[in-house]
């Protein structure tokens, strides 16, 4: 047996319900309605679809609101997991078998990528998720009033909402499994969720990749605050935000070594972020990064919520822009709650089987995510959302003739 399908390997997917042997080395499809339960082809037009949408949205702004930073970060985000990602399914090939293990095995979907390793919804979510958070806190001013730093910071608390609701549920559901046997990257968990995966995968990656991108384009951030009182000065807030962009990041090319540069680079971050916690790897040291780890995402919620509050009360003292003058709203104000509903949908499918567990397992044997933490998350989100459409929501005392037009395209 090679290292595509080791003795580990084998047995998280047999916990699965199939086999990684003889699996093809590129791609392989199965039948949509064949699949362990019913709820994964839902998850793949959720997030596929998604993903989609978002690159729809991105190359508007980009051709038709002269921003290059939205699909940027959408093709940021792919190189971001094909960088990522491997080593996760295939730690010997990268010879990291004695530092991390193996970590997890994806369920198989309609289809599947990389011996099996990789679901297409997958390659998708990075991009959808990182739009989604995005678009929200660029609905909120939180880039235009406050900087490139302060929007990713924000970024990641709005992606740790949102990704939690999905990875809490994900193992209940038989999404994917994780090898209990690796404690050095498994442990300490919430449920049956790596804390590890909860700080670095769900929130510090996707505000980096942000940061990244808004710093390589030249726009987002360092263009003045919109800190004005009147309807003008913050359209021309967002104007300046949006003009800003350096011409050559306008350009295909542009958009194309920035996304690779900026996807490679993230993971560094991650290596940064993850260092406290990973100082007392090793037995006996479990509590202290339990510790460690609930620190830092306590500082995600703090900072997140404080930006985001401070964002809600500007849109509120202050008037209102019409969403004429938002550039491309329908994605920030339709795909969010689209998907933190179907996501609530789910987990209420699921809800049963977690009232009937035990011991952390299900009747059928499924660990159980966080029910108190999704449902923090889930309400985090939802007000994300309600202050996103507050923010882009038309005012009767804007709706002059003069306010009802966008701005001029630079491009």
């Known amino acids: ?52 949408f978002a690159l729809v949205h991105a190359r508007r702004r980009w051709r038709h609101d002269g921003d290059p930073v939205n699909l940027t970060l959408w093709f940021a985000s792919v190189a971001y997991l094909a960088v990522i990602e491997p080593p996760l399914y295939f730690p010997g090939w990268f010879g990291l078998d004695k530092q991390v293990g193996f970590i997890f095995s994806h369920n198989v979907f309609t289809v599947q990528l990389m011996y099996d390793r990789l679901p297409l919804y997958i390659v998708a979510f990075y991009p959808a998720l990182s739009q989604l958070a995005y678009e929200l806190v660029r609905a909120l001013d939180v880039f235009v009033r406050r900087g490139a730093v302060a929007g990713a910071l924000a970024v990641a608390f709005v992606c740790q909402v949102f990704y939690e609701v999905f990875d809490q549920l994900g193992p209940q559901l038989r999404w994917w499994a994780w090898n209990p046997g690796d404690t050095k990257v498994n442990q300490p968990a919430l449920a049956s969720v790596p804390m590890n995966s909860m700080f670095l995968f769900a929130s510090v990656s996707f505000g980096a990749l942000a940061y990244l991108v808004v710093r390589l384009c030249g726009s987002g951030g360092g263009t003045g605050a919109a800190t004005g009182a009147t309807t003008e000065a913050r359209t021309g807030a967002r104007t300046g935000a949006r003009t800003g962009a350096r011409t050559g990041a306008r350009t295909g090319a542009g958009i194309a070594w920035r996304s690779v540069a900026a996807g490679p680079l993230a993971p560094l971050a991650m290596v940064v972020a993850g260092a406290p916690a990973g100082l007392f790897q090793g037995g006996g040291h479990l509590g202290v990064q339990r510790a460690i780890i609930g620190v830092e995402l306590g500082v995600v919620w703090v900072i997140g919520l404080c930006l985001l509050t401070d964002a ?33 949908a789910l987990w209420l499918i699921a809800l049963p089987d977690y009232l009937a567990s035990s011991g952390g397992l299900t009747k059928q044997g499924a660990p159980i995510g966080s029910l108190w933490y999704s449902t923090l998350c889930a309400a985090a989100a939802a007000g994300v959302i309600l202050a996103a459409r507050r923010a882009t929501a038309s005012s009767p005392a804007t709706s002059s003739p003069a306010a009802s037009s966008p701005p001029a395209s630079s491009s």
């Open 1 to 52: 047996m090679d290292q595509s399908c080791d003795q580990t390997a084998e047995r998280i997917a047999e916990g699965l319900g199939f086999s990684c042997r003889h699996a093809d080395p590129v791609v392989t499809f199965r039948d949509p309605f064949s699949l362990a339960n019913g709820t994964m082809p839902v998850l793949e037009l959720l997030i596929i679809g998604g993903a989609v």
């Open 312 to 344: 809600w009360r500007a849109s509120r003292t202050g008037p209102m822009v019409p969403m004429p003058l938002m550039p491309s709203p329908t994605f920030a104000r339709t795909y969010p709650p689209f998907y933190l509903g179907v996501l609530m």
